[in-house]
């Protein structure tokens, strides 16, 4: 009987011990369920906030990634963010051949002119006369160099027609009007030579020069104030010569060279005061440098000369023939580089840039004969 009792006694200490031992293995797993789902409920926050103090470089990543992001501070100076600017419309080359030429023009000198008209006509002109094309990019800066003095009628007949012209042709330019001051005698070539320098002054990207007399209009268009690989000569075909060039070696009234050309033959001569002799002159420094000079075709170097009483301070020189002789002796001497002169004023006009200089006086000539 007591062998009995024992025996049952100690199977109802293993079952206990048994649904123990289950209750204990119910309750862990429970345990773990309910702290699993704990960590899932706080790991949406901490992921808000909290976690990029656990990850650093991530947090840094997510942070740039955001236009309003700010970036963890690293000891170092800030530098500010630079939000980029409108973008500027890079614009074509000019065309070789500007589509918005007319040809032919009708030149007429009879017409009232005053500034204003001409200013009117030319909006697109800033102040010293320069001008860009708006909706392309010229492969040159052109300065063109009027040598002046006493011609303020012919001036605004030049702006007029010359305006419009250089415009159609999509040049970027500059007009510069180098007005000699007094009533000495006249001095074109040195006056060039001081508008070359002056124009680079304001300007350093001028590439070609135009050297033109205020008096002459050409009568087409497509005859392109531009500078080539030679010297060019425009006006081949004035009005005054029955449109055809006087003779072989004939360089003046209107010509272009690039700033190369015109360094290489040092400029234009500085000694040839009075009318006449300058040009040739020239003809004989480009042909002694081995350059050759280009020429447009007859039909469009066509010029009307605006009529005129000559200057009395604009007479022949009378030494003119024997410089002309002696250019290969005097033109590494005399040019670009031994010119003097003084600035007197510099005024921006609406429609060009007049620049006042004293070139000085002319030496004292053996009376002739």
Not at 64 to 89: I, Q, W
Not at 91 to 99: E, K, V, W
Not at 111 to 117: F, G, I, Q, T
Not at 220 to 227: A, E, S
Request: glycine residues 8%.
């Amino acid at each position: 009987m007591s062998r009995l009792l024992g025996g049952t006694l100690e199977r109802v200490c293993k079952a206990v011990l048994l649904l123990c031992l289950l209750h204990f293995l119910v309750a862990v797993i429970l345990y773990f369920d309910v702290y699993a789902q704990h960590l899932a409920f706080f790991s949406r926050f901490s992921a808000r906030g909290p976690a990029r103090a656990l990850h650093p470089a991530a947090s840094s990543s997510t942070n740039c990634s955001r236009p309003n992001a700010t970036a963890p501070s690293s000891g170092l100076p800030e530098v500010p963010s630079v939000r980029p600017g409108p973008t500027v419309p890079v614009l074509p080359p000019c065309p070789d051949s500007p589509p918005g030429l007319v040809g032919r023009l009708l030149i007429e000198f009879t017409s009232p002119m005053p500034l204003e008209r001409v200013q009117r006509e030319n909006p697109g002109v800033l102040l010293g006369g320069r001008y860009t094309p708006p909706d392309c990019t010229p492969a040159q800066t052109v300065a063109v160099i009027i040598p002046f003095r006493h011609r303020e009628h012919h001036l605004r007949y030049w702006l007029h027609y010359l305006h419009p012209i250089l415009r159609r042709q999509r040049l970027r330019y500059g007009i510069y009007v180098i007005n000699q001051h007094g009533e000495d005698t006249f001095n074109r070539a040195k006056l060039l030579n001081v508008g070359f320098l002056e124009a680079l002054k304001e300007d350093a990207a001028y590439d070609c020069f135009i050297f033109s007399d205020v008096d002459l209009v050409p009568m087409d268009d497509r005859n392109l104030y531009r500078c080539g690989d030679q010297p060019r000569h425009f006006a081949i075909a004035m009005d005054k010569f029955g449109f055809r060039l006087p003779y072989a070696g004939y360089f003046g009234g209107v010509s272009g060279l690039s700033k190369a050309q015109f360094l290489r033959i040092n400029g234009f001569p500085n000694e040839y005061w009075g009318w006449g002799g300058e040009d040739d002159d020239i003809f004989n420094r480009i042909s002694l440098t081995g350059m050759k000079i280009s020429r447009p075709d007859i039909r469009i170097g066509r010029y009307r000369m605006i009529k005129h009483d000559r200057d009395k301070h604009n007479e022949p020189n009378p030494q003119r023939f024997t410089k002309i002789q002696n250019t290969k002796l005097t033109m590494k001497r005399d040019g670009i580089g031994s010119v003097r002169y003084q600035v007197l004023e510099v005024s921006r006009q609406p429609l060009f840039t007049n620049i006042t200089v004293d070139i000085g006086r002319p030496p004292s000539w053996p009376p002739r004969g």
